[in-house]
């Protein structure tokens, strides 16, 4: 029989029927729900965070995550045992040597790209793996091709935008880059479908669907209040009354995290230097006071063990 390398297929991405092994490079909040989600549908993953000790906590908050999960009865204890035997942390990047996807989803309050770190990453990710394994990166305003570029195979590089709630939102944008191939794309379609996750394909932008549209919507909601036209909550309700939506502005920005809000709004302006996207004065007040959302207990809404209990609205518009 002749081999596949005599027609040119040697240094090709080869399809497989499956995936066994997930990388998650980063796992703070984005990196542990992404954890959870691969673990739970019977693939294994290996995480890589800062250090020994970071791995340790993580480890602890993934359980205490499924212990919720058993609370509100979810799942049982022998699920969750099995849950966490899939799932193994290092922070040794040679750990990924077997993973057949690698997914970078590092978290950072910095503003910005930070794209020299996620290059920076890439390379050392592309050090220890197999050569027909995939590199992704979670991506909100980045382009996966300016981090493919810092790749020897950069064809092996495909965006993906999980959107937030991802433990609740059934698809995953997946952007290819100028030279990621058709494999990496096939390959992610196919981790998709095993997550149970919808593929929408996008061509490459910076923010691709979702967040292009969010971000207007909450900068027009910004404008309404400053300009005194409604409520807080009365916003939040009409939009959610008249559109469909689930969540309102106000209240998806909180969720979403009101820095994060204001690196999107950042980037998108600067990469279109189109008014919709430049950020609204309220949102940088907040910021600037480390009103961030549900993260700190207050955004837009003031919270208490996760429940709304009010509203900032005389400190917004003050």
């Known amino acids: 029989m002749n081999q596949l390398s005599e027609f040119g297929l040697g240094n090709a991405l080869q399809s497989k029927s499956s995936i066994h092994c997930v990388g998650i490079v980063g796992c703070g909040s984005v990196g542990q729900e992404l954890t959870l989600l691969v673990a739970k549908s ?10 020994e000790e970071r791995v340790a906590e993580i480890m602890l908050d993934l359980g205490k995550e499924l212990d919720d999960e058993i609370h509100h009865w979810g799942m049982t204890g022998s699920e969750k045992r099995l849950v966490l035997s899939r799932i193994k942390g290092s922070a040794d990047y040679a750990s990924l ?7 970078e989803a590092i978290s950072s309050r910095k503003r910005g790209t930070m794209l020299e770190v996620r290059q920076e990453l890439f390379r050392k990710i592309e050090s220890v793996i197999k050569d027909d394994a995939v590199i992704s990166s979670q991506l909100s305003t980045l382009m996966i091709s300016d981090l493919a570029s810092a790749l020897k195979r950069p064809e092996r590089a495909i965006g993906l935008h999980f959107i937030d709630p991802i433990s609740k939102t059934n698809i995953v944008e997946v952007g290819k880059g100028h030279n990621s191939s058709e494999e990496a794309f096939k390959q992610i379609s196919r981790l998709c479908r095993m997550i149970k996750r919808k593929v929408v394909a996008v061509n490459e932008s910076p923010g691709n669907i979702s967040t292009r549209m969010i971000i207007p919507f909450i900068n027009d909601a910004c404008e309404l209040l400053s300009e005194g036209v409604a409520s807080i909550e009365d916003i939040d309700t009409t939009m959610k009354e008249a559109s469909g939506h689930h969540i309102g502005p106000f209240e998806l920005a909180d969720r979403i995290g009101l820095d994060k809000v204001l690196k999107y709004m950042e980037n998108l302006y600067s990469e279109f230097g189109e008014r919709k996207y430049k950020a609204s004065p309220i949102i940088k007040k907040l910021v600037r006071a480390a009103y961030l959302g549900r993260a700190t207990g207050k955004g837009f809404y003031k919270y208490e063990n996760g429940k709304v209990v009010g509203n900032t609205v005389r400190f917004v518009i003050d």
């Open 97 to 103: 040597k077997d993973c057949e996807i690698v997914i």
């Open 42 to 51: 019977g693939i294994e993953v290996m995480f890589v965070d800062i250090s």
